[in-house]
C-alpha cells in the first residue's frame, strides 16, 4: 500500500558527509511526521532525527549541529544531511513515516518503515 524507499548509503572516511533521501510512494493522502532512526550492532534502534508535516525538527543529542533533516512535502520524501561522520555513526539507518489515509470517511494514519540503508564511517 505504502512503501519507503531509501538510498544515499555507504562507506565514507570520518570526517566526511553522506545524503540519506527516503521518497514514499503509493496510496498517500497526507505524510505526516516523517524522521529517520539508526541501530548499530548489539544495539537498539535509536532516533536520529525527525520533522513535522510543517517543519518542526528534533535531534539526538550524539548529532545535533552535524546532522541536517529536511523534507520536500511536495515529493513525500525526507532526507538527512550527514556532516563530519565519525565512526560511532556507523549503523543502518531506517526511515519512518507517519502517513493518512482515508477509508471512506474515515480518515487514519499508520506508521511505515524503509528497508533500511547501511552507513559505515571507517576512522
Known amino acids: 500500500q505504502v512503501q519507503l524507499v531509501e538510498s544515499g548509503g555507504g562507506l565514507v572516511q570520518a570526517g566526511g558527509s553522506l545524503r540519506l533521501s527516503c521518497a514514499a510512494s503509493g496510496s498517500i493522502f497526507s505524510t505526516n511526521a516523517m524522521g529517520w532512526y539508526r541501530q548499530a550492532p548489539g544495539k537498539q534502534r535509536e532516533l536520529v532525527a525527525a520533522?513535522?508535516?510543517?517543519?518542526?525538527?528534533n535531534y539526538a543529542d550524539s548529532v545535533k549541529g552535524r546532522f541536517t533533516i529536511s523534507r520536500d512535502n511536495a515529493k513525500n520524501t525526507v532526507y538527512l544531511q550527514m556532516n563530519s561522520l565519525k565512526p560511532e555513526d556507523t549503523a543502518v539507518y531506517y526511515c519512518?513515516?507517519?502517513?493518512?489515509?482515508?477509508?471512506?470517511?474515515?480518515?487514519?494514519?499508520?506508521?511505515?518503515w524503509g528497508q533500511g540503508t547501511q552507513v559505515t564511517v571507517s576512522s
Open positions: 519512518n513515516a507517519d502517513i493518512g489515509h482515508y477509508s471512506g470517511s474515515y480518515y487514519y494514519s499508520h506508521d511505515y
Open positions: 520533522i513535522t508535516s510543517g517543519g518542526r525538527t
